[in-house]
């Protein structure tokens, strides 16, 4: 696959500012955010939603749960960094974390 | 909840030999393996059948996944180590990914 650029630091924070609680991870290149629901039910319907959507953009999240907890990080592997695509995802993780 | 007692290193070793691929963590007492598939739909529908499963037993891998790969580790918090719990959810995990 063709590689492409991260976005610059300054796109990059003020699309976080849009976001809710995700951290930049420097050393990876990544978003970062850890999501708490009331049960395993909660944080597995979020995963549901979360897991058409990767699939239907075709990227994909890395991510950790254990019952109520859903750790999750974002990064472009063919730019090496986070694109639109992460923002454009973390925002959607958001929304269905409502 | 009242403590229940891990298994003892003998069940634990025959249980596990009816396992596939699984490693058992002494430091974390914890049954783990990596699952990997050929995408991530055919991970996720695995996932999907542990996760119904999960809720059935009311007990929860910890688990990790990145597009085809699922990281699982199984242990009983109540036990603080390994319970027929685990190794029955060891178990289905394998007849899920067979």
């Known amino acids: ?30 978003l970062t955010k850890s999501f708490r629901f009331k049960n395993f039910s909660e944080a597995w319907a979020f995963m549901s939603r979360v897991a058409l959507l990767a699939e239907k953009m075709d990227h994909h999240p890395e991510w950790f749960n254990v019952y109520s907890r859903v750790d999750v990080k974002l990064t472009t592997h063919d730019a090496d ?18």
Chains 1, 2 share one sequence.
Request: hydrophobic letters at 40%.
């Open 1 to 30: 696959m063709t590689k492409i650029s991260p976005m610059d630091e300054a796109s990059r924070l003020t699309l976080m500012k849009a976001l809710s609680g995700w951290d930049y991870d420097s050393a990876e290149g990544a």
């Open 81 to 98: 960094g986070v694109t639109e695509r992460d923002t454009d995802m973390a925002a959607a993780m958001d929304r269905f974390a409502g």
